[in-house]
Protein backbone atom coordinates (compact mmCIF):
# COMPACT_ATOMS: atom_id res chain seq x y z
CA UNK A 1 0.00 0.00 0.00
CA UNK A 2 3.16 2.15 0.83
CA UNK A 3 4.49 1.69 -1.92
CA UNK A 4 1.09 2.02 -4.33
CA UNK A 5 1.02 6.05 -2.34
CA UNK A 6 4.70 6.62 -3.35
CA UNK A 7 3.76 6.09 -7.30
CA UNK A 8 0.73 7.36 -7.44
CA UNK A 9 2.32 10.52 -5.56
CA UNK A 10 5.23 10.60 -7.86
CA UNK A 11 2.83 10.14 -11.12
CA UNK A 12 0.70 13.17 -9.49
CA UNK A 13 3.59 14.97 -9.34
CA UNK A 14 4.95 14.74 -12.68
CA UNK A 15 1.64 15.01 -14.20
CA UNK A 16 1.51 18.92 -12.21
CA UNK A 17 5.00 19.28 -13.34
CA UNK A 18 3.99 18.55 -17.10
CA UNK A 19 1.30 20.64 -16.60
CA UNK A 20 3.08 23.51 -15.77
CA UNK A 21 5.79 23.46 -18.25
CA UNK A 22 3.33 23.25 -20.77
CA UNK A 23 0.96 25.70 -19.52
CA UNK A 24 1.26 28.20 -22.37
CA UNK A 25 0.89 31.92 -21.08
CA UNK A 26 -1.69 33.92 -22.81
CA UNK A 27 -0.88 36.51 -26.13
CA UNK A 28 -2.74 39.59 -24.65
CA UNK A 29 -4.11 42.11 -26.93
CA UNK A 30 -5.46 45.13 -25.92
CA UNK A 31 -7.77 48.07 -27.52
CA UNK A 32 -8.80 51.57 -26.86
CA UNK A 33 -12.46 53.00 -26.12
CA UNK A 34 -13.87 53.30 -29.51
CA UNK A 35 -14.89 51.39 -32.27
CA UNK A 36 -11.67 51.17 -34.41
CA UNK A 37 -9.24 50.11 -31.96
CA UNK A 38 -12.12 47.70 -30.70
CA UNK A 39 -12.39 46.47 -34.69
CA UNK A 40 -8.29 46.21 -34.55
CA UNK A 41 -7.56 44.41 -31.25
CA UNK A 42 -10.65 41.74 -32.54
CA UNK A 43 -8.62 41.29 -35.72
CA UNK A 44 -5.29 40.78 -34.27
CA UNK A 45 -6.83 38.54 -31.70
CA UNK A 46 -8.16 36.19 -34.71
CA UNK A 47 -5.19 36.35 -36.64
CA UNK A 48 -2.65 35.06 -33.91
CA UNK A 49 -4.92 32.39 -33.01
CA UNK A 50 -5.23 31.78 -37.01
CA UNK A 51 -1.57 31.54 -36.52
CA UNK A 52 -1.47 28.89 -34.51
CA UNK A 53 -1.64 30.48 -30.87
CA UNK A 54 -3.89 28.52 -28.99
CA UNK A 55 -4.32 31.17 -26.07
CA UNK A 56 -5.15 34.39 -26.74
CA UNK A 57 -6.37 37.22 -24.92
CA UNK A 58 -8.53 40.16 -26.72
CA UNK A 59 -9.00 42.95 -23.41
CA UNK A 60 -11.27 45.85 -24.93
CA UNK A 61 -11.69 48.91 -24.51
CA UNK A 62 -9.22 49.61 -21.13
CA UNK A 63 -9.11 52.99 -21.39
CA UNK A 64 -7.29 56.21 -22.77
CA UNK A 65 -3.59 56.22 -24.40
CA UNK A 66 -1.60 56.36 -20.87
CA UNK A 67 -3.41 53.42 -19.50
CA UNK A 68 -2.54 51.10 -22.62
CA UNK A 69 1.22 52.88 -22.44
CA UNK A 70 1.04 51.99 -18.73
CA UNK A 71 -0.25 48.58 -19.97
CA UNK A 72 2.49 47.31 -22.17
CA UNK A 73 4.90 48.62 -19.81
CA UNK A 74 4.23 46.49 -17.43
CA UNK A 75 3.56 43.75 -19.24
CA UNK A 76 -0.20 43.42 -18.47
CA UNK A 77 -0.78 43.60 -22.32
CA UNK A 78 1.51 42.43 -25.05
CA UNK A 79 0.35 44.47 -27.84
CA UNK A 80 -2.55 46.86 -29.02
CA UNK A 81 -3.33 48.97 -32.25
CA UNK A 82 -1.79 52.33 -32.07
CA UNK A 83 -1.07 55.55 -34.53
CA UNK A 84 2.47 57.14 -35.32
CA UNK A 85 1.38 60.20 -34.32
CA UNK A 86 0.02 59.34 -30.97
CA UNK A 87 2.93 57.47 -30.50
CA UNK A 88 5.21 60.65 -31.06
CA UNK A 89 3.39 63.27 -29.29
CA UNK A 90 1.40 61.59 -26.70
CA UNK A 91 3.72 58.72 -25.56
CA UNK A 92 7.39 60.25 -26.72
CA UNK A 93 6.42 63.78 -26.31
CA UNK A 94 8.30 65.00 -29.69
CA UNK A 95 7.43 67.60 -31.49
CA UNK A 96 7.22 66.09 -34.74
CA UNK A 97 6.23 62.40 -36.29
CA UNK A 98 9.68 60.77 -37.04
CA UNK A 99 10.19 57.37 -39.19
CA UNK A 100 9.38 54.07 -37.22
CA UNK A 101 13.05 53.52 -37.28
CA UNK A 102 13.68 56.92 -35.22
CA UNK A 103 10.23 55.51 -33.41
CA UNK A 104 11.72 52.84 -32.28
CA UNK A 105 15.36 53.65 -31.22
CA UNK A 106 13.06 55.88 -28.58
CA UNK A 107 10.18 53.14 -27.56
CA UNK A 108 13.56 50.45 -27.03
CA UNK A 109 14.02 52.63 -23.62
CA UNK A 110 10.89 51.99 -22.02
CA UNK A 111 10.98 47.92 -23.88
CA UNK A 112 8.92 48.65 -26.68
CA UNK A 113 8.65 49.09 -30.34
CA UNK A 114 6.23 49.90 -32.76
CA UNK A 115 5.74 48.25 -36.77
CA UNK A 116 3.60 46.13 -39.05
CA UNK A 117 2.15 49.03 -40.52
CA UNK A 118 -1.72 47.88 -41.17
CA UNK A 119 -2.68 50.51 -44.34
CA UNK A 120 -4.54 53.01 -43.57
CA UNK A 121 -3.99 56.47 -41.44
CA UNK A 122 -6.36 58.09 -38.71
CA UNK A 123 -6.22 61.53 -38.01
CA UNK A 124 -7.68 63.58 -36.26
CA UNK A 125 -10.32 66.69 -37.47
CA UNK A 126 -12.96 68.71 -36.76
CA UNK A 127 -16.46 68.56 -37.88
CA UNK A 128 -19.75 70.47 -37.31
CA UNK A 129 -23.02 69.85 -39.30
CA UNK A 130 -23.93 70.80 -42.64
CA UNK A 131 -26.41 73.09 -41.52
CA UNK A 132 -24.42 74.88 -39.19
CA UNK A 133 -21.67 74.94 -41.94
CA UNK A 134 -23.78 76.94 -44.59
CA UNK A 135 -25.40 79.22 -41.67
CA UNK A 136 -22.00 80.55 -40.34
CA UNK A 137 -19.99 79.88 -43.89
CA UNK A 138 -17.55 77.68 -42.53
CA UNK A 139 -15.18 75.34 -43.90
CA UNK A 140 -11.82 75.93 -42.37
CA UNK A 141 -10.77 75.38 -38.89
CA UNK A 142 -9.52 78.95 -38.91
CA UNK A 143 -13.06 80.54 -39.45
CA UNK A 144 -14.06 78.81 -35.80
CA UNK A 145 -12.10 81.73 -34.24
CA UNK A 146 -14.53 84.23 -35.36
CA UNK A 147 -17.38 82.72 -33.59
CA UNK A 148 -18.78 83.34 -30.84
CA UNK A 149 -20.83 81.30 -28.53
CA UNK A 150 -19.82 78.04 -30.11
CA UNK A 151 -19.84 75.09 -28.03
CA UNK A 152 -17.03 72.30 -28.91
CA UNK A 153 -18.32 68.92 -27.80
CA UNK A 154 -14.56 66.79 -27.62
CA UNK A 155 -13.71 63.67 -26.49
CA UNK A 156 -12.22 63.64 -22.58
CA UNK A 157 -8.61 62.01 -24.41
CA UNK A 158 -8.70 65.30 -26.90
CA UNK A 159 -9.12 67.45 -24.72
CA UNK A 160 -6.13 66.78 -22.86
CA UNK A 161 -3.61 65.16 -25.09
CA UNK A 162 -0.57 66.50 -25.75
CA UNK A 163 -1.68 66.80 -29.87
CA UNK A 164 -5.31 67.66 -28.67
CA UNK A 165 -7.19 70.83 -28.11
CA UNK A 166 -5.14 72.53 -25.77
CA UNK A 167 -1.95 73.16 -28.62
CA UNK A 168 -5.10 72.88 -31.02
CA UNK A 169 -6.84 76.30 -29.47
CA UNK A 170 -2.91 78.02 -29.12
CA UNK A 171 -2.36 77.75 -32.85
CA UNK A 172 -5.54 78.35 -34.18
CA UNK A 173 -6.55 80.95 -31.08
CA UNK A 174 -9.58 79.22 -30.29
CA UNK A 175 -9.62 80.63 -27.20
CA UNK A 176 -14.15 81.47 -27.86
CA UNK A 177 -14.61 77.95 -27.68
CA UNK A 178 -16.03 76.46 -24.68
CA UNK A 179 -15.18 72.77 -24.98
CA UNK A 180 -17.10 70.22 -23.44
CA UNK A 181 -16.23 66.41 -22.50
CA UNK A 182 -17.98 64.07 -24.75
CA UNK A 183 -17.70 60.23 -25.18
CA UNK A 184 -16.99 59.85 -28.69
CA UNK A 185 -20.00 57.09 -29.28
CA UNK A 186 -22.63 60.37 -28.51
CA UNK A 187 -21.09 63.12 -30.26
CA UNK A 188 -22.70 62.85 -33.61
CA UNK A 189 -26.13 62.53 -32.35
CA UNK A 190 -25.19 65.56 -30.26
CA UNK A 191 -24.13 67.38 -32.83
CA UNK A 192 -27.08 66.64 -35.17
CA UNK A 193 -29.75 67.63 -31.97
CA UNK A 194 -27.79 71.00 -31.85
CA UNK A 195 -26.70 69.92 -28.14
CA UNK A 196 -22.78 71.35 -29.44
CA UNK A 197 -21.39 73.00 -32.33
CA UNK A 198 -18.70 71.43 -33.47
CA UNK A 199 -16.86 68.10 -32.39
CA UNK A 200 -13.85 66.30 -33.41
CA UNK A 201 -14.05 63.03 -35.67
CA UNK A 202 -11.75 60.52 -37.14
CA UNK A 203 -10.90 60.60 -40.64
CA UNK A 204 -12.00 56.65 -40.94
CA UNK A 205 -15.42 57.80 -39.10
CA UNK A 206 -18.05 55.90 -41.13
CA UNK A 207 -20.05 59.42 -40.95
CA UNK A 208 -18.06 61.45 -43.01
CA UNK A 209 -19.86 59.63 -46.17
CA UNK A 210 -22.89 61.52 -44.42
CA UNK A 211 -24.69 65.01 -46.50
CA UNK A 212 -25.13 66.21 -42.77
CA UNK A 213 -21.36 66.51 -41.73
CA UNK A 214 -18.96 68.85 -42.90
CA UNK A 215 -15.38 68.40 -42.20
CA UNK A 216 -13.70 71.56 -41.25
CA UNK A 217 -10.04 71.78 -43.46
CA UNK A 218 -6.75 72.18 -41.21
CA UNK A 219 -5.63 75.18 -43.22
CA UNK A 220 -2.64 75.96 -40.30
CA UNK A 221 -1.59 71.73 -40.71
CA UNK A 222 -1.91 71.13 -37.30
CA UNK A 223 -3.26 67.65 -37.38
CA UNK A 224 0.18 65.28 -37.73
CA UNK A 225 -0.06 62.02 -39.38
CA UNK A 226 -1.50 58.93 -37.52
CA UNK A 227 -0.47 55.48 -39.58
CA UNK A 228 -2.02 52.93 -37.52
CA UNK A 229 0.87 50.45 -36.28
CA UNK A 230 0.45 47.42 -34.01
CA UNK A 231 2.70 48.51 -30.70
CA UNK A 232 4.16 45.87 -28.75
CA UNK A 233 7.02 44.66 -26.25
CA UNK A 234 10.28 44.01 -27.76
CA UNK A 235 10.00 39.92 -26.55
CA UNK A 236 6.78 39.34 -28.34
CA UNK A 237 8.70 38.00 -31.39
CA UNK A 238 10.42 35.66 -29.00
CA UNK A 239 7.76 34.45 -26.93
CA UNK A 240 5.27 34.11 -29.31
CA UNK A 241 6.53 33.26 -32.69
CA UNK A 242 3.95 32.20 -34.66
CA UNK A 243 1.44 34.89 -33.40
CA UNK A 244 4.37 37.09 -34.97
CA UNK A 245 5.03 35.35 -38.28
CA UNK A 246 0.98 35.62 -38.61
CA UNK A 247 1.16 38.98 -37.64
CA UNK A 248 2.75 39.73 -40.40
CA UNK A 249 0.07 39.12 -42.85
CA UNK A 250 -1.09 42.75 -41.38
CA UNK A 251 1.29 44.59 -42.96
CA UNK A 252 -0.68 46.65 -45.44
CA UNK A 253 -3.24 43.97 -45.65
CA UNK A 254 -6.30 46.86 -44.27
CA UNK A 255 -6.78 49.89 -47.20
CA UNK A 256 -8.47 53.01 -45.66
CA UNK A 257 -12.21 52.21 -47.69
CA UNK A 258 -11.74 48.84 -45.62
CA UNK A 259 -11.56 50.45 -42.45
CA UNK A 260 -14.56 52.64 -43.14
CA UNK A 261 -16.32 49.50 -43.91
CA UNK A 262 -15.86 48.18 -41.52
CA UNK A 263 -16.40 51.13 -38.78
CA UNK A 264 -19.57 51.34 -40.46
CA UNK A 265 -20.69 47.75 -40.14
CA UNK A 266 -20.83 48.37 -36.01
CA UNK A 267 -21.60 52.09 -35.54
CA UNK A 268 -24.18 52.34 -38.72
CA UNK A 269 -25.58 48.94 -39.10
CA UNK A 270 -25.21 48.00 -34.94
CA UNK A 271 -23.54 44.73 -36.15
CA UNK A 272 -20.70 43.24 -32.79
CA UNK A 273 -17.35 44.48 -33.67
CA UNK A 274 -16.39 40.70 -32.92
CA UNK A 275 -18.23 39.34 -35.63
CA UNK A 276 -16.92 42.31 -37.99
CA UNK A 277 -12.99 41.52 -37.76
CA UNK A 278 -14.44 37.59 -37.88
CA UNK A 279 -15.92 38.22 -41.28
CA UNK A 280 -12.62 40.54 -42.42
CA UNK A 281 -10.39 37.77 -41.73
CA UNK A 282 -12.28 35.54 -43.74
CA UNK A 283 -12.32 38.25 -46.39
CA UNK A 284 -15.63 39.88 -46.41
CA UNK A 285 -17.76 41.93 -44.63
CA UNK A 286 -21.70 41.34 -44.62
CA UNK A 287 -23.76 44.10 -45.60
CA UNK A 288 -26.19 45.33 -43.06
CA UNK A 289 -27.81 42.28 -41.34
CA UNK A 290 -30.29 42.82 -38.67
CA UNK A 291 -29.78 44.23 -36.34
CA UNK A 292 -30.16 42.04 -33.39
CA UNK A 293 -32.33 42.20 -30.29
CA UNK A 294 -32.20 43.05 -27.05
CA UNK A 295 -32.60 39.57 -25.71
CA UNK A 296 -29.85 38.10 -28.24
CA UNK A 297 -27.34 40.04 -26.73
CA UNK A 298 -28.36 39.82 -23.59
CA UNK A 299 -27.84 36.46 -23.59
CA UNK A 300 -25.09 36.32 -25.60
CA UNK A 301 -22.43 33.78 -25.09
CA UNK A 302 -20.32 36.22 -22.98
CA UNK A 303 -23.02 36.60 -20.61
CA UNK A 304 -21.25 33.11 -18.45
CA UNK A 305 -18.03 34.84 -18.47
CA UNK A 306 -19.15 38.75 -17.61
CA UNK A 307 -21.44 37.65 -14.56
CA UNK A 308 -18.26 35.33 -13.51
CA UNK A 309 -16.00 38.64 -13.21
CA UNK A 310 -18.83 41.02 -12.14
CA UNK A 311 -19.65 38.56 -8.79
CA UNK A 312 -15.77 37.97 -7.88
CA UNK A 313 -15.00 41.81 -8.03
CA UNK A 314 -17.99 42.30 -5.82
CA UNK A 315 -17.71 39.43 -3.50
CA UNK A 316 -13.90 39.36 -2.83
CA UNK A 317 -13.67 43.37 -2.67
CA UNK A 318 -17.02 42.93 0.38
CA UNK A 319 -15.40 40.28 1.93
CA UNK A 320 -11.99 42.43 2.12
CA UNK A 321 -14.17 45.39 3.06
CA UNK A 322 -15.85 43.17 5.88
CA UNK A 323 -13.08 42.08 7.38
CA UNK A 324 -11.39 45.65 7.88
CA UNK A 325 -14.88 47.49 8.23
CA UNK A 326 -16.06 45.68 10.96
CA UNK A 327 -13.10 46.10 13.16
CA UNK A 328 -12.55 49.90 12.88
CA UNK A 329 -16.35 49.94 13.49
CA UNK A 330 -15.54 48.85 16.97
CA UNK A 331 -12.55 50.85 17.17
CA UNK A 332 -14.49 53.49 16.04
CA UNK A 333 -17.41 52.98 18.56
CA UNK A 334 -14.53 51.60 22.04
CA UNK A 335 -12.18 55.06 21.10
CA UNK A 336 -14.44 58.07 20.05
CA UNK A 337 -11.34 60.31 19.32
CA UNK A 338 -10.28 57.93 16.59
CA UNK A 339 -13.70 57.56 15.29
CA UNK A 340 -13.88 60.85 13.92
CA UNK A 341 -10.41 60.38 12.16
CA UNK A 342 -11.35 56.76 10.85
CA UNK A 343 -15.23 57.95 9.99
CA UNK A 344 -13.73 60.87 8.56
CA UNK A 345 -11.47 59.02 6.22
CA UNK A 346 -13.81 56.55 4.92
CA UNK A 347 -16.12 59.56 3.98
CA UNK A 348 -13.51 61.20 2.45
CA UNK A 349 -12.85 57.55 0.00
CA UNK A 350 -16.65 58.29 -1.16
CA UNK A 351 -15.86 61.62 -2.53
CA UNK A 352 -13.30 60.75 -5.00
CA UNK A 353 -14.23 59.88 -8.21
CA UNK A 354 -14.38 56.03 -8.91
CA UNK A 355 -11.87 56.29 -12.11
CA UNK A 356 -9.60 58.65 -10.83
CA UNK A 357 -9.01 56.06 -8.01
CA UNK A 358 -8.49 53.21 -10.10
CA UNK A 359 -6.54 55.10 -11.90
CA UNK A 360 -4.06 55.88 -9.22
CA UNK A 361 -4.38 52.05 -8.10
CA UNK A 362 -2.62 51.35 -11.79
CA UNK A 363 -0.11 53.81 -11.62
CA UNK A 364 0.88 52.44 -8.30
CA UNK A 365 0.29 48.90 -8.73
CA UNK A 366 1.57 49.28 -12.60
CA UNK A 367 -0.38 46.92 -13.94
CA UNK A 368 -4.70 47.01 -14.94
CA UNK A 369 -7.53 44.00 -14.70
CA UNK A 370 -9.00 42.91 -11.21
CA UNK A 371 -6.29 43.83 -8.95
CA UNK A 372 -6.65 47.62 -8.82
CA UNK A 373 -10.26 47.16 -9.58
CA UNK A 374 -10.57 45.06 -6.20
CA UNK A 375 -8.96 47.47 -4.01
CA UNK A 376 -11.00 50.64 -5.44
CA UNK A 377 -14.18 48.82 -4.80
CA UNK A 378 -13.04 47.67 -0.90
CA UNK A 379 -12.05 51.59 -0.30
CA UNK A 380 -15.66 52.24 -2.06
CA UNK A 381 -17.54 49.49 0.55
CA UNK A 382 -15.79 51.01 4.25
CA UNK A 383 -17.63 54.38 4.60
CA UNK A 384 -21.44 52.30 4.97
CA UNK A 385 -19.75 49.21 7.01
CA UNK A 386 -17.76 51.20 9.63
CA UNK A 387 -20.91 53.08 10.21
CA UNK A 388 -23.17 50.85 10.39
CA UNK A 389 -20.78 49.00 12.87
CA UNK A 390 -20.52 52.09 15.09
CA UNK A 391 -23.90 52.93 14.87
CA UNK A 392 -25.51 49.26 15.78
CA UNK A 393 -23.03 49.18 18.96
CA UNK A 394 -23.37 52.77 20.10
CA UNK A 395 -27.33 51.89 20.20
CA UNK A 396 -26.85 49.18 22.86
CA UNK A 397 -27.97 49.90 25.93
CA UNK A 398 -25.80 50.38 29.13
CA UNK A 399 -28.19 48.21 30.62
CA UNK A 400 -27.72 45.00 28.44
CA UNK A 401 -23.58 45.92 29.07
CA UNK A 402 -23.79 46.22 32.69
CA UNK A 403 -26.00 42.33 32.53
CA UNK A 404 -22.75 41.26 31.22
CA UNK A 405 -20.36 42.43 33.37
CA UNK A 406 -22.76 41.38 36.14
CA UNK A 407 -22.41 37.81 34.74
CA UNK A 408 -18.50 38.17 34.78
CA UNK A 409 -17.72 38.46 31.33
CA UNK A 410 -14.95 40.92 30.25
CA UNK A 411 -15.10 43.36 27.35
CA UNK A 412 -14.12 40.88 25.14
CA UNK A 413 -16.24 38.23 26.23
CA UNK A 414 -19.02 40.88 26.36
CA UNK A 415 -18.34 42.26 22.50
CA UNK A 416 -18.78 38.80 21.34
CA UNK A 417 -21.49 37.63 23.33
CA UNK A 418 -23.61 39.99 23.81
CA UNK A 419 -22.62 43.55 21.54
CA UNK A 420 -22.16 41.75 18.50
CA UNK A 421 -25.85 39.27 18.75
CA UNK A 422 -27.77 42.52 19.14
CA UNK A 423 -26.05 44.64 16.62
CA UNK A 424 -26.18 42.59 13.99
CA UNK A 425 -29.19 43.46 12.14
CA UNK A 426 -27.68 47.16 12.09
CA UNK A 427 -24.33 45.64 10.69
CA UNK A 428 -26.07 43.65 7.89
CA UNK A 429 -27.33 46.94 6.56
CA UNK A 430 -24.29 48.35 6.05
CA UNK A 431 -23.02 45.56 4.25
CA UNK A 432 -26.24 45.04 2.27
CA UNK A 433 -25.45 49.26 1.58
CA UNK A 434 -21.87 48.21 0.87
CA UNK A 435 -22.93 45.09 -1.75
CA UNK A 436 -25.39 46.94 -3.39
CA UNK A 437 -23.37 49.63 -4.38
CA UNK A 438 -20.46 47.62 -5.05
CA UNK A 439 -22.60 46.17 -7.74
CA UNK A 440 -22.67 49.06 -9.75
CA UNK A 441 -19.53 50.61 -9.14
CA UNK A 442 -17.98 47.55 -10.35
CA UNK A 443 -19.14 48.32 -14.10
CA UNK A 444 -16.55 51.48 -13.99
CA UNK A 445 -14.18 48.37 -13.42
CA UNK A 446 -14.33 47.70 -17.16
CA UNK A 447 -12.46 50.82 -18.24
CA UNK A 448 -9.18 48.88 -16.78
CA UNK A 449 -9.77 45.38 -18.59
CA UNK A 450 -11.38 44.13 -14.88
CA UNK A 451 -14.58 42.85 -17.17
CA UNK A 452 -17.63 42.38 -15.40
CA UNK A 453 -21.21 43.57 -16.97
CA UNK A 454 -19.26 47.03 -17.44
CA UNK A 455 -17.63 45.57 -20.48
CA UNK A 456 -20.42 45.77 -22.28
CA UNK A 457 -21.44 49.21 -21.54
CA UNK A 458 -18.21 50.60 -21.77
CA UNK A 459 -18.49 48.89 -25.45
CA UNK A 460 -22.07 50.30 -25.68
CA UNK A 461 -21.00 54.25 -25.21
CA UNK A 462 -17.98 53.38 -27.59
CA UNK A 463 -19.60 52.81 -30.72
CA UNK A 464 -23.20 54.03 -29.30
CA UNK A 465 -25.26 51.03 -29.44
CA UNK A 466 -28.06 51.45 -26.60
CA UNK A 467 -29.01 47.64 -26.91
CA UNK A 468 -25.67 46.98 -26.00
CA UNK A 469 -25.55 49.68 -23.26
CA UNK A 470 -29.14 47.79 -21.85
CA UNK A 471 -27.34 44.64 -22.17
CA UNK A 472 -24.81 45.51 -19.64
CA UNK A 473 -26.91 47.41 -17.72
CA UNK A 474 -30.16 45.41 -17.10
CA UNK A 475 -28.13 42.05 -15.47
CA UNK A 476 -26.27 44.09 -13.08
CA UNK A 477 -29.42 46.17 -11.98
CA UNK A 478 -30.62 42.07 -11.88
CA UNK A 479 -27.40 41.33 -9.61
CA UNK A 480 -28.16 44.41 -7.20
CA UNK A 481 -31.79 43.08 -6.60
CA UNK A 482 -30.70 39.38 -6.05
CA UNK A 483 -28.17 40.74 -3.40
CA UNK A 484 -30.89 42.69 -1.79
CA UNK A 485 -32.95 40.13 -1.17
CA UNK A 486 -30.65 37.52 -0.14
CA UNK A 487 -29.41 39.75 2.34
CA UNK A 488 -33.04 40.31 3.55
CA UNK A 489 -33.46 36.64 3.70
CA UNK A 490 -30.42 36.60 5.43
CA UNK A 491 -31.55 39.15 8.08
CA UNK A 492 -34.50 37.60 8.87
CA UNK A 493 -32.88 34.36 9.43
CA UNK A 494 -30.57 35.70 11.65
CA UNK A 495 -33.40 37.45 13.83
CA UNK A 496 -35.17 34.16 14.10
CA UNK A 497 -31.87 32.48 15.26
CA UNK A 498 -30.72 35.77 17.48
CA UNK A 499 -34.12 36.45 18.55
CA UNK A 500 -32.60 40.16 18.34
CA UNK A 501 -34.80 42.30 16.19
CA UNK A 502 -38.19 42.23 13.81
CA UNK A 503 -37.72 39.45 11.40
CA UNK A 504 -38.32 40.78 8.04
CA UNK A 505 -39.87 39.70 4.78
Known amino acids: MTTFRHVLGVGL ?4 ATCMLFAQEPLRVGSKRFTESYILGELIAITARQGGEIAV ?96 GLTAEFLNRKDGWPALRDRYRLDNLSPLALEHGLAYDALMRGHVDVIDIYTTDPRLS ?17 RAVLLFRVDLQQRFPRAWEALGGLDGAIPPAAMIKMNAAVELDGRRYAAVAKDWSLGQIASTPARPTLLEVLFDRDLPRLTLQHVVLVLVSLLLSVACGIPLGVLAQRHPSAGRWILS ?33 FLYALLPIVRSTETALTGISRGMRDAGRALGLDARQGLMLIEFPLAIPGILTGIKTAAVINVGTATVAAFIGAGGFGERIVAGLAVNDHTLLLAGAIPAGLLALAVEWAFRALDAWLARCFNCGPQTP
Do not use: C, W
Not at 210 to 226: A, G, K, M, T
Not at 358 to 373: E, H, K, M, N, Q
Open 345 to 377: LTGLMQTIPSLALLAFFVATLGRIGAAPAILAL
Open 210 to 226: SSRLRVLQDDLHYFPEY
Open 57 to 152: EHKPGLGNTAILFQALKSGAIDLYPEYTGTIAHELLGLQRVPPLAELNQRLALHGLKAGIPLGFGNSYALAVSEDQARAQNLSVISELGKLQGFRA
Open 13 to 16: LFVF
